[in-house]
């Protein structure tokens, strides 16, 4: 028999790690709720179309999509990432304005492997369409913060930026552009490679030697048109008045062309820098008309939760929940009546869980033991004869009074589990 395993770049993610998994989906969801945004739902592959976009972007999202052709020769491709779904989900439904959306979707990317960098990853993310609004670029980014907060993340930080927009970007890019070829010697390989491509990338180097060239580079902040200083001048106002913390930083670009003005990171300081980054967005008034619709502006963020959980490891945050049933029903008699009490328990909201396979009273002791519940119900022969059902403190506390077992009767057993838990 073959051995099968998990295809490389990819991970199961098993109880008890999952429970964390469901924790922090659910910490999003609550925030997200909070502020007004729903579910979106879209397909895990899209025409190819969707995810290819103009300029620079095109090669690097070319060369890690996970695309191919279907049986009715249809070029598709499986999501590297969840905003161009959400906007071609907007265009072709053109729902009111301002759409707010939030989702959990796995990302596909042919990366090379490794740690914290995988082929399926996981995001949680949202966006807001229809607004140009500076406020909505607050009320943005204040989530995504707020969120890492609420997962117990001290040490992320909030990185800001303003990519400008299309009246002032392209003379930033061509004054970038000078300055870089003059200097062009003295990059790393790569860099110049990027050059080509896009300038603006090249601030994106994480390489040593690119550093210095890079730190005395002509900042997009300082060429913003009015307008966007304005709207820039507007977000930080509005971080600084519900407080929320921020550094500027001004070598903060994104990957793909579409993004405007207002651009955004988080970096968790509890990781390795290569691998730091536990979330970011953006303006992207760009999009929506790119992929069809008339011109609308929009902002949004997406978090990869492997990511988030690596940092919370890091930071010793977000503790797995405890999933261990309350009580442990233990059945001598044959499993029926197991099935009846676990079924009553459950129904009134007690987690519950049993032993199966007919095993032995010691057998079914030592799972309930194992299991961590807090109560055992044992019903032996004894007990079904009398009508009853032996009540059994598993912590070392006495069920009531002195006694750590104690016979109730069969029909008000399930009142009395509620009334000892309580
Ligand atoms: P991006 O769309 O590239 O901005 O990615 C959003 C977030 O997803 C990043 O900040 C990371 O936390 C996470 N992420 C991106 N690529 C990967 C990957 N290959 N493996 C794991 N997480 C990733």
Redesign the pocket.
């Known amino acids: 028999m073959p051995e099968f395993r998990a295809p490389v770049g990819t991970r199961d993610v098993l109880p008890p790690e999952s429970a964390r998994w469901a924790a922090l989906v659910g910490a999003f969801e609550r925030r997200a709720r909070l502020a007004g945004y729903g579910l979106v739902v879209s397909p895990m592959f899209e025409d190819v179309g969707v995810f290819e976009r103009v300029g620079e972007s095109t090669e690097i999202v070319r060369k890690e999509m996970y695309d191919f052709r279907d049986k009715g020769d249809r070029h598709v491709a499986l999501r590297p ?1 969840g905003t161009a779904s959400v906007v071609r989900a907007f265009v072709q439904h053109h729902p009111v304005t301002p759409f707010k959306a939030w989702y959990v979707a796995p990302s596909f ?1 042919y ?1 090379r492997p490794q740690a ?3 082929r399926q ?1 996981h ?1 949680v993310g949202l966006e807001a369409i229809g607004s140009a609004d500076p406020d909505l670029d607050v009320e943005v980014v204040a989530l995504s913060w707020g969120f890492c907060q609420d997962l117990g993340l001290g040490s992320v930080e909030l990185l800001l930026n303003s990519l400008g927009d299309a009246a002032c970007r392209p003379r930033y890019l061509a004054e970038l552009r000078r300055y870089l070829e003059a200097r062009r010697s003295v990059l790393s390989e790569q860099s110049r490679a990027t050059l080509e491509a896009n300038p603006l990338r090249v601030l994106d180097s994480k390489r040593p030697d690119d550093r210095p060239v890079i730190d005395a580079a002509p900042r997009m902040l300082d060429s913003l048109c009015d307008e966007c200083t304005e709207h820039f001048d507007r977000v930080r106002a509005g971080l600084d008045r519900i407080g929320v913390p921020y550094e500027i930083d001004a070598r903060l670009v994104r990957g793909l062309d579409y993004y405007t003005r207002t651009t955004f990171e988080l970096a968790s300081g509890a990781l390795e820098a290569a691998q730091n ?4 967005g953006g303006r992207y008034d760009g999009l929506v008309a790119e992929l069809g619709g008339s011109p609308t502006p929009a902002i949004g963020f ?3 939760i ?2 988030l959980l690596l940092a919370c490891d890091a930071e010793g945050a977000l503790a797995a929940p405890e999933a261990t049933a309350q009580v442990w029903v233990i059945d001598t008699t044959g499993g029926e009546e197991a099935t009846v009490l676990t079924t009553e328990l459950r129904a009134v909201g007690v987690s519950a869980d049993r032993s199966f396979d007919g095993r032995s009273m010691k057998a079914q002791m030592k799972a309930a033991d194992r299991s961590g519940a807090q109560l055992a119900l044992i019903v032996g022969e004894e007990e079904r004869a009398a009508g009853a059902v032996s009540v059994r403190s598993l912590r070392g506390q006495p069920v009531r009074g002195h006694a750590d077992q104690e016979r109730v009767p069969r029909v008000v057993v399930v009142e009395h589990v509620l009334r000892l838990l309580a």
């Open positions: 990432e990317r990366e914290g960098r995988y990853h995001q980054a536990v979330g970011g997406a978090m990869g492997e990511r």
